[in-house]
């Protein structure tokens, strides 16, 4: 390829100072994208009576919201490879922030559909990837720690938009509701400003040169958008699928998505049918947010201990097997304190597992990789998070009971983790092996041609496992 | 012989007299009904009291002769009779006082009722002895689902005001609406301005929809569910704002972002530059103007400086 690795390895990444600062506007950012879908609910009643329209199809604005945020990932992560985080955050809260404004002044459904759905949605994706990617970027020795602060931002928003939102409606009806919060999601822009490019936004993507900037503005310019043309060809990067990490993770993950969203959506459903009241059935939500809250950067900051962090993708499958172990034993509850205790525990297990979800995947590909494969699991969970909520609702009009639901929710996330600690087993195995072969091979090399060798082992390793080079090097650097 | 007839006839007038006076004081709780042809159904309600008090809601539809009956096991030291009275609304009911004699351990207090209009709707009470009392709620069917925060709207815009009716109750004939002025309620009629009002009746739910909204139009409507007994009441208000109420926080809210966004912008330029006096020439031209990029590339050949070091 390039020389560019050996560049990348001599730029240790800042892993404090000015990042700190990053992660501040990354947990903006996350928090909106994130929370927004998920807050935009309470106008949905409003908007309903108003407009004249049927609850599932209110209910589709979210839908389309999430679907768009999934589905942009590889164009943002395009977009970020090309200019740089700083440029996408900002261009992608004012896209928010517009989608906000113009939906205050709709008068149709499709309108809305259009406007918060598709516009919203990609705005919000822009934002999220743009995010990971940056993190990625500032950190490697604090990483974990970082990206547990940085999703922290989810349920914290969500914790702060969910009651500013009613306040407003009760002030402003839902078309000036929705023209203030588009001004507030205007702070993304305001959280792209704090993300100052690490290195000129050139040098990074394939198409560049990764000389000085006096070269590129000499004679770079026709090399680059031809290059440029290429990369852009090939964002949906399937090569991907031959990493063997990659899928394993992928599919763990897809497990995990297709479970972890549907008993959030029912569960104030389910305490009613035990008898529950309406506004403590509402508070258990509240309680797995505020919950959520502390765990993510709590469990960032154990991820990040000496102990745990070589071991992080094996935390990760616990996490997971914690999460679907809740959801199995919750049909057992019949009184409102143990659906408090299953609550908190969810809030557990839940954060435990969206502070390592990222972590994780920038652990197995590396910064390098990391922005094209976070675009391409992007746009494959979409499918199991659109997918899920729904069937877990047919089981229950099925059955008539919720408690199919918990079943179903909890074996496939506890499948999933188990898959996960299984297989991740036998990558590592796999890859030791590998790397056993190859130190045996180059140490054939040497013995026959010493200089030929010296220059020849040493890319070609690189080049051949990234993932190999890259926990390699992030083992090593794990001082703490 | 005349004399005595003259006696006979003016007993007969005084009690003439005196049974009109007790028909017309009050409507009569024993008064017949007043329409022989489709006499009225009987509806019986009856409960047995454990305690001291109790409330019993009853909901009636149609006007029906209604008959309470109340039973009271007495308390420690037991009579062998009481005198027992109704009650409407708190009032003591006219001749309803009655001696209660003690059978099998229990007093028994029994009374029918003429329910035809909404003012016989209402609170009527069985009273022992002034001790134990047990009160039967008459009324047509409630509307539970109040909505008590104001539907917040825009000059220009229109709105939609609902009410419903649980469908476990029975369905209202029709609903009306009426809104709130200086004199009380006045019902809103659609046809005499069908640009402004429009009314939708759909059995348990009624929606009215207002456009064209001024100021003017803040304030409570009511929306009567329609029964043959009588009309239940319930309320929305309607608060109607301009666009330059949420406009004014919008653009606070937007300078607010534009402020942040520049200080953060400058603070890194003057941080750049700091770092670019501080390290002397660094490679690349020495423009004022810097892009962020080049001033990365000068931070970035600065701080390797500063590793060698």
């Known amino acids: 390829m390039s020389p560019a690795p050996a560049d990348q390895s001599a730029r240790k990444p800042l892993d404090g100072g000015w990042g700190w600062m990053v992660v501040i506007g990354a947990h903006i950012s996350i928090g909106f994208a994130y929370a927004t879908p998920k807050a935009l609910s309470i106008f949905f009643k409003e908007i309903q009576e108003d407009l004249g329209a049927s609850f599932s199809e209110i209910a589709l604005i979210s839908s389309i919201m999430l679907a768009a945020m999934y589905a942009g990932g590889p164009v943002s992560s395009a977009m970020v490879n090309r200019f740089g985080s700083r440029p996408v955050v900002i261009v992608g809260g004012l896209m928010c922030g517009v989608s906000m404004v113009t939906a205050s002044l709709g008068t149709s459904i499709i309108y809305l559909y259009f406007c918060i759905g598709v516009i919203g949605g990609c705005g919000l994706s822009l934002n999220l990837n743009a995010s990971l990617i940056i993190i990625s970027k500032y950190f490697l020795t604090k990483r974990p720690l970082a990206n547990g602060l940085a999703m922290a931002g989810s349920p914290v928003f969500l914790c702060i938009l969910a009651p500013f939102n009613q306040y407003l409606l009760d002030n402003f009806g839902w078309r000036g509701s929705l023209l203030i919060l588009g001004a507030l999601m205007l702070h993304c822009c305001a959280a792209g400003a704090l993300m100052r490019p690490v290195t000129p936004p050139h ?45 394993i ?51 960032g900051l154990i991820a990040n201990s000496k102990w745990i962090r070589p071991r ?120 030791e092996k590998e790397k056993q072969n190859q130190v045996r091979a180059s140490e054939v090399e040497m013995k026959q041609t010493p200089e030929a060798a010296m220059g020849h082992t040493e890319p070609e390793a690189q080049e051949k496992n990234g993932v190999l080079r890259d926990t390699r090097s992030e083992r090593a650097e794990t001082p703490n | 012989m005349s004399a005595s007839w003259k006696q006979l006839f003016f007993q007969i007038l005084l009690l003439l007299i005196s049974c009109r006076h007790i028909n017309t004081k009050t409507p009569g709780p024993t008064s017949p009904p007043l329409d022989p042809i489709s006499p009225l159904p009987t509806l019986e309600r009856s409960y047995v009291l454990k305690g001291v008090s109790h409330t019993e809601r009853v909901e009636l539809l149609n006007p029906v002769n209604l008959s309470l009956m109340c039973t009271w096991a007495g308390n420690q030291n037991k009579p062998s009779n009481i005198t027992g009275f109704w009650r409407k609304d708190g009032e003591e009911i006219e001749n309803s006082r009655v001696t209660v004699q003690l059978e099998n351990e229990q007093y028994n207090l029994k009374q029918k009722f003429s329910i035809v209009s909404e003012e016989n709707l209402g609170s009527y009470s069985c009273v022992f002895g002034g001790e134990a009392k047990i009160d039967f709620d008459l009324a047509a069917p409630q509307i539970g689902d109040v909505r008590d925060k104001p539907i917040v709207s825009y000059v220009g815009d229109s709105v939609v005001m609902t009410c419903k009716m649980e469908e476990n109750k029975p369905k209202p004939n029709t609903w009306n609406w009426y809104m709130a002025n200086d004199t009380g309620k006045e019902q809103i009629f659609p046809a005499a301005e069908p640009q402004r009002y429009e009314i939708k009746n759909d059995g348990w739910k009624t929606k009215l929809l207002v456009y064209n909204l001024t100021e003017a139009d803040s304030g409570l409507f009511y929306c009567g569910a329609v029964y043959p007994i009588s009309t239940t009441m ?27 966004v520049a200080a953060i912008l400058l603070y890194e330029r003057s941080q750049s530059k700091k770092d670019y006096t501080a390290a002397g020439n660094g490679p690349g031209d020495q423009t004022n103007s810097l892009t962020p990029g080049e001033n990365n590339a000068l931070e970035e050949s600065s701080s390797m400086r500063q590793r060698k070091v």
């Open chain 1, 203 to 247: 040098t990074l993507s394939s198409c560049a040169l990764e000389k000085t900037v006096e070269e590129q503005r000499n004679n770079g310019k026709t090399r680059l958008k031809r290059s440029c043309m290429k990369s852009a060809k090939t964002f949906l990067d399937l090569s991907f699928f031959k990493d063997r990490g990659f899928v």
């Open chain 1, 249 to 299: 993770y992928l599919i763990g993950n897809i497990m995990f998505i297709f479970g972890a969203y549907a008993p959030i959506v029912f569960l104030t459903a389910f305490a009613i049918s035990k008898g529950v009241e309406e506004y403590s059935a509402a508070y258990l939500l509240s309680i797995m947010g505020f919950v959520d809250m502390f765990v993510r950067p709590g469990t």
């Open chain 1, 312 to 431: 992080i993708q094996y935390f990760f499958s616990f996490a997971m097997v914690f999460n679907g172990t809740c959801h199995l034993l919750c049909p057992l509850i019949e009184n409102y304190a143990f659906l408090v205790v299953y609550a908190v525990f969810f809030g557990i297990g839940f954060g435990m597992v969206f502070a390592l979800i990222f972590e994780c995947l920038m652990d197995l590909m590396g910064s390098q990789r990391f922005p094209r494969a976070v675009g391409l699991v992007t746009i494959i969970e979409c499918f199991p998070m659109l997918l899920g909520p729904p069937a877990a609702g047919l089981l229950v009009d099925i059955y008539g009971d919720y408690r199919y639901l918990f079943f179903m929710c909890g074996s496939v996330i506890l499948t999933g983790g188990i898959f996960l600690f299984v297989m991740n087993i036998y990558n590592y195995h796999m890859l």
């Open chain 2, 234 to 260: 319930s309320h929305v208000e309607l608060k109607v704002i301009s666009f330059y109420e949420p406009l004014k926080p919008f653009i606070a809210i937007v300078v607010e972002v534009i402020v942040l």
